[in-house]
């Protein structure tokens, strides 16, 4: 679901239960088909190492950043790959613009770069919670679109999905959270602060898909609820933007037909 660039958001319109005309078995045929192209095509993306791929998750608390990652993954060699997580800054960070310790994340020629939360978090928590002056804040949309320019025009292709969960559905994610042993360490107390700030959150989120939403790092909006569905879209647009890169082995040495190897 990739807003039109320029169009102001409105989240209300995405259906978070959308899963298109596909059946769920369908879907997971055509995963593990898309799995296989996706691996085969970052062994080039790394053999080649002209390009790099960022892929940028956003999603409300239980949205589904980390099953994401573990599932839509698991096919490719893991050490092409590297993941990060975005955490509250440390001193350091906060001592240097809010892109500085990112940029230094951003994955270079030849590798898939994850980010588990992102720059995007000073538009949206930072915003939500005044931890800094709106004066400051709003320039950071531009700012942000410059910086992605700049990285599209190095060579790093960009794709970014806001995983789109509804308010019932996080309770229902927080509930197993709570009732299972194995799922205690997931849940924090303060999740649920957060949780009370839904509709601010909505409406940060909505201008980030909005003054962000750019023809060269565009947004797509993932319907969230069923993660089947959400595997499946972000596997497939992955799998798509890969496909466009003009990847390609590089031309191996010359005279490797003639060369015989010794005993
Ligand atoms: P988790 O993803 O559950 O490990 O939590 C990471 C926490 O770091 C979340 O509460 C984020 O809101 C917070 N966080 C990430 N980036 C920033 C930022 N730039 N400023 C403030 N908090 C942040
Ligand atoms: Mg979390």
Redesign the pocket.
């Known amino acids: 679901m990739r807003p039109e660039p320029l169009s102001r958001v409105s989240l209300k319109d995405y259906d978070t239960r959308y899963s298109g005309e596909i059946d769920r078995k369908v879907a997971k045929a055509l995963e593990n088909q898309l799995e296989e192209r996706m691996a085969e095509l970052q062994e080039m993306l790394y053999a080649q190492g002209e390009h790099s791929l960022l892929i940028v998750l956003q999603a409300m608390?239980a949205g589904g950043?980390d099953s994401t990652i573990k599932k839509v993954f698991d096919c490719v060699n893991p050490q092409g790959v590297h993941v990060y997580?975005?955490?509250?800054?440390t001193e350091e960070e906060r001592d240097h613009d809010?892109l500085w310790r990112i940029h230094q994340r951003v994955p270079r020629k030849g590798y898939i770069g994850i980010f588990?939360?992102s720059?995007y978090?000073?538009v949206?928590?930072?915003r939500v919670?005044d931890?800094v002056p709106e004066d400051v804040w709003r320039k950071r949309y531009e700012q942000i679109n410059q910086f992605e320019k700049l990285l599209t025009e190095s060579g790093t292709r960009i794709l970014k999905f806001y995983l789109h969960i509804s308010k019932d559905e996080q309770r229902e994610r927080f509930q197993e959270r709570l009732d299972r042993p194995d799922k205690n360490w997931k849940f924090?107390k303060?999740d649920l602060d957060?949780r009370k700030q839904w509709d601010d959150y909505m409406r940060a989120y909505e201008d980030v898909l909005t003054y962000c939403n750019t023809d060269y790092a565009p947004w797509h909006i993932v319907p969230a609820d069923r993660k089947w569905y959400r595997n499946f879209v972000v596997t497939k647009t992955i799998v798509e933007a890969l496909e466009s890169m003009s990847l390609a082995y590089p031309a191996p040495e010359e005279g490797l037909d003639k060369i015989e190897i010794p005993d």
Do not use: C, T
């Open positions: 608390d950043k997580s975005f955490k509250v800054p809010f588990n939360r720059h978090e000073d949206l928590v930072v919670n931890l924090s303060g957060v």
